[in-house]
């Protein structure tokens, strides 16, 4: 079974491009998390979505980033107009049910560097 | 009061060791409580988890003791391995959470030397 696939592994984007991570989450999956860690600190909650909904946008900055999980496909995490604090590790994370206390798979993270 | 402070935030320990990663938390709703396991350039993995009916959970070398009252709760490697050396991160949710999201405290840095 493969896990939780994210790519890229590594994306670099000069300031004012736009960003596109994609998560594919475990296959039996419909609930996708997306986490940004940055350098010496734990993971923040940016969203959680699931299929072509968004259930919870509670840790997503109100500008220039968006998410979706479409009926077919990964889902994509996109960033526009980069600046140099969105300079991260984005963790996509699944689970099954969605339900609280479920165990949360993750994806191996897209490194972000905006130069 | 969704956050969770854990320390310390690095940790060295020689190889036969016992480590121990403690957390707090403020939120009295949270009911679940897994610790993760990331090993650099990987995503993190469940490691153990405990929920608040019992006090303590021991799987293998890993233990998690938790203080209801004290709103804490810690991590325990025993006979540490080289192996072990990764970051290790705390977390807790409750019933009323959004899906299965995790509040994720900052982690510690674990180094075990041979």
């Known amino acids: 079974n493969a896990g939780v696939m994210q790519n890229p592994r590594h994306l670099v984007r000069r300031r004012g491009q736009e960003a596109r991570l994609r998560c594919s989450p475990m296959?039996?999956?419909?609930?996708v998390y997306w986490y940004r860690q940055l350098p010496e600190e734990g993971l923040k909650f940016m969203v959680y979505?699931?299929?072509?909904?968004?259930?919870?946008e509670s840790g997503m900055p109100k500008e220039r980033f968006s998410a979706e999980f479409p009926k077919e496909g990964p889902s994509i995490l996109r960033i526009q107009q980069v600046v140099r604090g969105d300079s991260a590790a984005y963790f996509c994370?699944?689970?099954?049910?969605?339900?609280?206390?479920?165990?949360?798979?993750f994806g191996s993270g897209t490194q972000l560097s905006v130069l | 009061q969704q956050q969770v402070k854990q320390s310390p935030q690095s940790l060295i320990v020689q190889k036969g060791g016992i480590s121990i990663i403690n957390c707090a938390y403020e939120?009295?709703?949270?009911?679940?409580f897994p610790w993760y396991q990331q090993f650099p350039g990987k995503g993190p993995a469940l490691l153990i988890a405990?929920?608040?009916?019992?006090s303590e959970k021991k799987e293998g070398r890993f233990t998690i003791s938790f203080n209801k009252s004290a709103k804490q709760f810690s991590l325990h490697i025993m006979d540490s391995q080289p192996g072990d050396s990764a970051t290790y991160f705390c977390?807790?949710?409750?019933?009323?959470?959004?899906?299965?999201?995790?509040?994720f405290g900052e982690g510690t840095q674990l180094t075990v030397n041979p």
């Open positions: 405990i929920r608040p009916d019992v």
């Open positions: 979505l699931q299929k072509e909904n968004i259930i919870d």
């Open positions: 994370a699944s689970s099954p049910r969605g339900f609280p206390g479920e165990k949360l798979f």
């Open positions: 296959k039996g999956h419909s609930h």
């Open positions: 977390a807790a949710s409750t019933g009323e959470t959004s899906g299965s999201r995790l509040t």
């Open positions: 939120n009295t709703a949270f009911d679940y």
